[in-house]
T-cell receptor
Framework: AQKITQTQPGMFVQEKEAVTLDCTYD???????LFWYKQPSSGEMIFLIY??????QNATEGRYSLNFQKARKSANLVISASQLGDSAMYFC?????????????FGKGTRLSVIA | DAEITQSPRHKITETGRQVTLACHQT?????MFWYRQDLGHGLRLIHY???????NKGEVSDGYSVSRSNTEDLPLTLESAASSQTSVYFC???????????FGEGSRLTVL
């Protein structure tokens, strides 16, 4: 069974500093995808970044990067140069890709607060 | 632009009433999903569909049903609403493969 663990219910970071949000996962499948979503206070779910299990390089999207350590089964999100607008809930999610259609399973989320 | 819309965005109902939350997407995606979001639980999967006439139960399907009569719509029905079903409900769709989920704006349901 799939499982996503986000051990940090809440985090604080100073504006312009980098922050790492932790995510570990558990799967017996060899082919899977890892996702991060952002949910600001307005409530919408915003896709941030994707990492495939066979991707050799860590995914990056602007100020977001995914620190993928396959052997440790971790997929931490790194946000560089934090901005006040980064304050939000962040969810890690995983889908097993063997059939291409497995539903996404989400972690419980981490609430990030950026301090001026 | 293609989009996914949910209605109503807010609803208050009474225990025991039947409630239907609508979800409509114009992405032409085969895959559609319903999640509920509760504090401390993240997003939990209720039901999902991989195409017309296909429906599958998720982690928290008890008390909910869905039907898929066309590609665009996946309505979620609460047969007899309970206070434990007070939550924010998200509909999402995806094109399959390793593609991301596209989420609706959410529907906040309160059961009194």
């Amino acid at each position: 069974a799939q499982k996503i663990t986000q051990t940090q219910p809440g985090m604080f970071v100073q504006e312009k500093e980098a922050v790492t949000l932790d995510c570990t996962y558990d799967t017996s499948d060899q082919s899977y995808g890892l996702f991060w979503y952002k949910q600001p206070s307005s409530g919408e779910m915003i896709f941030l970044i994707y990492q495939g299990s066979y991707d050799e390089q860590n995914a990056t999207e602007g100020r977001y990067s995914l620190n993928f350590q396959k052997a440790r089964k971790s997929a931490n999100l790194v946000i560089s140069a934090s901005q006040l607008g980064d304050s939000a809930m962040y969810f890690c999610a995983m889908r097993e890709v063997y059939s291409g259609n497995t539903p996404l399973v989400f972690g419980k989320g981490t609430r990030l607060s950026v301090i001026a | 632009d293609a989009e996914i819309t949910q209605s109503p965005r807010h609803k208050i109902t009474e225990t025991g009433r039947q409630v239907t939350l609508a979800c409509h997407q114009t992405w032409n995606h085969n895959n559609m999903f319903w999640y509920r979001q509760d504090l401390g639980h993240g997003l939990r999967l209720i039901h999902y569909s991989y195409g017309v006439q296909d429906t599958n139960k998720g982690e928290v399907s008890d008390g909910y049903s869905v039907s898929r009569s066309n590609t665009e719509d996946l309505p979620l029905t609460l047969e007899s609403a309970a206070s434990s079903q007070t939550s924010v409900y998200f509909c999402a769709s995806s094109p399959g493969g390793s593609g991301e989920l596209f989420f609706g704006e959410g529907s906040r349901l309160t059961v009194l």
